[in-house]
């Protein structure tokens, strides 16, 4: 099975930034397709915030649109979201994802992380 483990979350004032970072970890990947960041804050669904292709082509909603920066290290299996000029209405848990294929198989499966908390406030 594959691990998703995120890290980079936090408290960080309006205005602020912060960097968040996933990392599947597996001994039995094959490849990865798309991988993305999810969030969902109180009351609300889990909703996309960016996702990545393999081949470096992305996707933002248009709330995070020039302020976030999502990218990947195909050779670390790792995705990292830049989120600056932060607002409080960024505040969620924020969601890794990851389409995989594992060894032995022809079909790839979605993975998910824990969740990280950030929280936007002064």
């Known amino acids: 099975q594959v691990q998703l483990v995120e890290s980079g979350g936090g408290l960080v004032q309006p205005g602020g930034s912060l960097r968040l970072s996933c990392t599947a970890a597996?001994?039995?990947?094959?490849?990865?397709?798309?991988m993305g960041w999810y969030r969902q804050a109180p009351g609300k669904q889990r909703e996309l915030v960016a996702d990545?292709?393999?081949?470096?082509?992305?996707n933002y909603a248009d709330s995070v649109k020039g302020r976030f920066t999502i990218s990947r290290d195909n050779a670390k299996n790792t995705v990292y979201l830049q989120m600056s000029s932060l607002k409080p209405e960024d505040t969620a848990v924020y969601y890794c994802?990851?389409?995989?294929?594992?060894?032995?198989?022809?079909?790839?499966?979605?993975?998910w992380g824990q969740g990280t908390q950030v929280t936007v406030s002064s």
């Open positions: 994802s990851a389409n995989v294929r594992l060894l032995g198989t022809l079909t790839y499966s979605d993975y």
């Open positions: 597996s001994g039995s990947i094959f490849s990865i397709n798309a």
């Open positions: 990545i292709t393999s081949g470096g082509r992305t």
